[in-house]
Nanobody, 124 residues
Framework: QGQLVVSGGGSVQAGGSLKLSCKST??????MGWFRQAPGQEREEVAT????????HYNDAVKGRFTISQDRLRSTAFLQMNALKPEDTAMYYC???????????????????GGQGTQVTVSS
């Protein structure tokens, strides 16, 4: 996957906002996405984006609150998180890769995380 550099994250109160960034320092990827994992929980998709057609896919739990985007160079993916809830608390990871002819949320489903994750903590 090359190197993905994740930034953003932090601690906020419920209802607050945070923005995450995932920058690829080597390759340009058509599929980029965010995943999260809370302690004792399985990995789950948060959102994915196809840089070719700008299509996006969201976990139902974040629809209407989170927005994923990718810069036009397809080097950086962003995750704008609004109206955060305590249940959004998790370590957030970025993944990227090729589509292989599939929707990006399928193509990245088992993709390894690129780089380190970032902690998002939402207090009630």
């Amino acid at each position: 996957q090359g190197q993905l550099v994740v930034s953003g994250g932090g601690s906020v109160q419920a209802g607050g906002s945070l923005k995450l960034s995932c920058k690829s320092t080597i390759y340009r990827y058509i599929c980029m996405g965010w995943f999260r994992q809370a302690p004792g929980q399985e990995r789950e998709e948060v959102a994915t984006v196809n840089g070719g057609d700008a299509s996006t896919h969201y976990n139902d739990a974040v629809k209407g609150r989170f927005t994923i985007s990718q810069d036009r160079l397809r080097s950086t993916a962003f995750l704008q998180m609004n109206a955060l809830k305590p249940e959004d608390t998790a370590m957030y990871y970025c993944a990227a890769g090729l589509s292989h002819g599939r929707p990006c949320f399928e193509a990245l489903r088992d993709a390894p995380y690129g780089g380190q994750g970032t902690q998002v903590t939402v207090s009630s």
